[in-house]
T-cell receptor, first 115, second 115 residues
Framework: DAGVTQSPTHLIKTRGQQVTLRCSPKSGHDTVSWYQQALGQGPQFIFQYYEEEERQRGNFPDRFSGHQFPNYSSELNVNALLLGDSALYLC??????????????FGPGTRLTVL | AQSVTQPDIHITVSEGASLELRCNYS??????LFWYVQSPGQGLQLLLKYFSGDTLVQGIKGFEAEFKRSQSSFNLRKPSVHWSDAAEYFCAVGAGGTSYGKLTFGQGTILTVHP
């Protein structure tokens, strides 16, 4: 049973570019959440997708957008990259029918470096 | 708004010694509480969770945590630490209802284990 997978593992971009990160949820899960973890910090909630719609959003600008596909996989897009966007981006999946829909399983993350 | 405080940024213990990592939360209703562990460059692994019921919860790798509503705390404990426990530990609070399981994390506690 595959857990949460993310691609790519590492990514280097320059300021102003755009980036797309990908996530496949744990088998049986229907909800995907994205978190940003800056160096030395705890993860910060970006947004959550359920039934292909953004259900909840954290305090992040519109440069951060996402998508969920019918197979429950998800993408995180960041436009006009800033140096401060350098971080580990974590995807977490959960099921609306298990663990009160709150228990989240995390992928290994994508390390984004913006130069 | 929910929040989590982990007062200790860095803790050092000797192998075989006992461990307690502190976590205080702020949340208006009954909280859903989690402890995650993160090894360098890795994603988050769930150690244990509290939803309701018995306030002492057991997790993986010999960890346990106690929910104390009167103190708004959810401290993580282990009676005898192993060198492989060296990692960063995050406490998180989740909300149900219209928050749809958004997790709010503390800043983390780095655990160093001396032989």
């Amino acid at each position: 049973d595959a857990g949460v997978t993310q691609s790519p593992t590492h990514l280097i971009k320059t300021r102003g570019q755009q980036v797309t990160l990908r996530c496949s949820p744990k088998s049986g899960h229907d909800t995907v959440s994205w978190y940003q973890q800056a160096l030395g910090q705890g993860p910060q909630f970006i947004f959550q997708y359920y039934e292909e719609e953004e259900r909840q959003r954290g305090n992040f600008p519109d440069r951060f957008s996402g998508h969920q596909f019918p197979n429950y996989s998800s993408e995180l897009n960041v436009n006009a990259l800033l140096l401060g966007d350098s971080a580990l981006y974590l995807c977490a999946s959960s099921s609306a029918r298990e663990g009160l829909g709150i228990e989240q399983f995390f992928g290994p993350g994508t390390r984004l470096t913006v130069l | 708004a929910q929040s989590v405080t982990q007062p200790d940024i860095h803790i050092t213990v000797s192998e075989g010694a006992s461990l307690e990592l502190r976590c205080n939360y702020s949340y208006g209703a009954t909280p859903y509480l989690f402890w995650y562990v993160q090894s360098p460059g890795q994603g988050l692994q769930l150690l244990l969770k509290y939803f309701s019921g018995d306030t002492l919860v057991q997790g993986i790798k010999g960890f346990e945590a106690e929910f104390k509503r009167s103190q708004s705390s959810f401290n993580l404990r282990k009676p005898s630490v192993h060198w492989s426990d060296a990692a960063e530990y995050f406490c998180a609070v989740g909300a149900g209802g219209t928050s749809y399981g958004k997790l709010t994390f503390g800043q983390g506690t780095i655990l160093t284990v001396h032989p």
